[in-house]
C-alpha cells in the first residue's frame, strides 16, 4: 500500500480587507469579505502529515516540541475534518515547523491551517479543487483559506447557512503586481493576550461600531478589489491604513476593549504619516492585525527609504520584508522518517 504521507508548504497572508468577526462561529462563516496578499518564503510553514495504524493517537509536533492536549485540540479537530473528507479513520503524526515567532500577530495559523490542510488532502487522496480545499482550511482558521492560493485573494462572505459558498479566490496572481512588499516592524515577539477568535466573538457581541463597520465594509472590498486591479498604489495604501483603523476601532469599542496595538505601534502609525508628508504622498500604508506588529506596504521602489523609517521607530526591535509569494506547493522531503 502507498504510505499516507505527505509535505506541504504555506506562506501567511497578510489582510488588507480585513476578517473580523463571524456569523457562524461553529463553521467560521465571516460576517463579511476579506482580501489578502500572500507572502513569498520569507515566512513559511512546513508540515508533514503521516497517517497510519501503527499509531494509537494522533501525536503533534510544533517547532521540535510535543504539542500538550489543550494545544493539540484544535489541530485534532482538523485532522477529524480531513479524515471525513477523506474517509479514513486513522491516527496521524504531524510535525510542523514555522521559521518565524507563533501567535505575534504574523498569521501563523494561516500558513499553519493552509499547510495542514494541504499535507492532509494529499497524503489521504482527498481530490477536491483548492477552492474546495480553502473551505476546509477556512474551519481550521478563517484566514488560512487565503493561503491556498498565491498573489492577491478573496474570501467571499457567501449567503448559505452550511458554508458551501464562503470559500477563497485569487483576484490576481503575483505576478499583476510583483512590485509590492510587506514590511514587517517588529514590536514584540511575544504571544497575544487575547485569541483573535475570542476577541472576534467580543467585538460582535458587545461593539455598538461593529454594525456600522459591516454596512460600510462592501464598500471597502470594492475600493480594494480595484485599487489592486488597477495597481494604484496611493488609493492601496490610504484604503489599507482607514480599514485597519476601522478594524481597531470597533475592537476597542468592544467591552471591555480589546487593544493589541502598542505604544511603538502608535508611534509606527506617526512615522508613516510623517514620512508621506514629507514625500508629498501616499508611498506607503500601514495594517496592523491582532497585535502590535506593524505590516507597512510600499512599493519596491521606496522599500529602502521605509525600511529605514521603520528601523529609526522607538522600540521597533527587528525589520523584514516579504513580497508577494506565488501560494503553498508540496515538498517531496518530509521532516522526519517512517
Ligand atoms: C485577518 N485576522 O483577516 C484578520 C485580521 C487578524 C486581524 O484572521 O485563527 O490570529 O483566531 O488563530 O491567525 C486572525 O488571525 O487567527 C485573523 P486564529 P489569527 O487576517
Known amino acids: 500500500m502507498k504510505e499516507r504521507i505527505a509535505t506541504a508548504i504555506a506562506t501567511p497572508n497578510i489582510a488588507f480587507v480585513k476578517y473580523w468577526g463571524n456569523r457562524d462561529e461553529r463553521l467560521i462563516l465571516p460576517a463579511g469579505g476579506s482580501i ?3 507572502l513569498d518564503r520569507t515566512f513559511t510553514t512546513t508540515t508533514t502529515v503521516w497517517f497510519s495504524d501503527s499509531l494509537s493517537a494522533d501525536e503533534i509536533w510544533l517547532n521540535g516540541k510535543k504539542v500538550g492536549p489543550q494545544e493539540a485540540k484544535r489541530i485534532v479537530e482538523h485532522l477529524d475534518l480531513m479524515r ?9 503524526k504531524v510535525v510542523s515547523r514555522n521559521n518565524f515567532p507563533t501567535a505575534a500577530g504574523l498569521a501563523s495559523s494561516a500558513s499553519g491551517f493552509a499547510a495542514l490542510t494541504l499535507a492532509c488532502a494529499k497524503a489521504l487522496g482527498v481530490r477536491r479543487s483548492m477552492t474546495e480545499l480553502s473551505a476546509l482550511a477556512r474551519r481550521g482558521s478563517g484566514s488560512a483559506c487565503r493561503s491556498l ?4 485573494v478573496e474570501w467571499v462572505r457567501g449567503e448559505r447557512k452550511d458554508g458551501s459558498d464562503s470559500i477563497a479566490q485569487q483576484i490576481a496572481p503575483a505576478s499583476h503586481w510583483p512590485g509590492l512588499v510587506d514590511i514587517v516592524a517588529i514590536a514584540s515577539e511575544g504571544r497575544k493576550h487575547i485569541s483573535s477568535r475570542d476577541a472576534m466573538r467580543r467585538t460582535v457581541e458587545t461593539s455598538r461600531l461593529f454594525k456600522q463597520r459591516m454596512q460600510m465594509h462592501p464598500g471597502m472590498l470594492k475600493q480594494v478589489r480595484n485599487a489592486i486591479m488597477q495597481k494604484n498604489a496611493e488609493l492601496l495604501f490610504d484604503s489599507i491604513m482607514r480599514e485597519s483603523n476601522s478594524m481597531h476601532a470597533v475592537m476597542k469599542d468592544s467591552r471591555p476593549p480589546i487593544i ?3 505604544e ?3 508611534r509606527i502609525v506617526d512615522a508613516v504619516r510623517a514620512f508621506n508628508a514629507d514625500a508629498g504622498g501616499m508611498k506607503c500604508g500601514y495594517t496592523f492585525d491582532a497585535g502590535p506588529n506593524a505590516h507597512v506596504i510600499t512599493t519596491r521602489k521606496n522599500e529602502a527609504a521605509v525600511r529605514r523609517m521603520l528601523a529609526r521607530v522607538k522600540g521597533v526591535k527587528r525589520v523584514v520584508s516579504a513580497g508577494v509569494g506565488k501560494g503553498p506547493a508540496y515538498a517531496a522531503k518530509h521532516l522526519f522518517k517512517i
Open 84 to 92: 471525513r473528507a477523506g474517509q479514513c479513520r486513522l491516527r496521524a
Open 36 to 38: 489578502s496578499m500572500t
Open 260 to 262: 493589541y496595538m502598542s
Open 264 to 266: 511603538v505601534s502608535r
Open 149 to 152: 492560493f498565491g498573489g492577491f
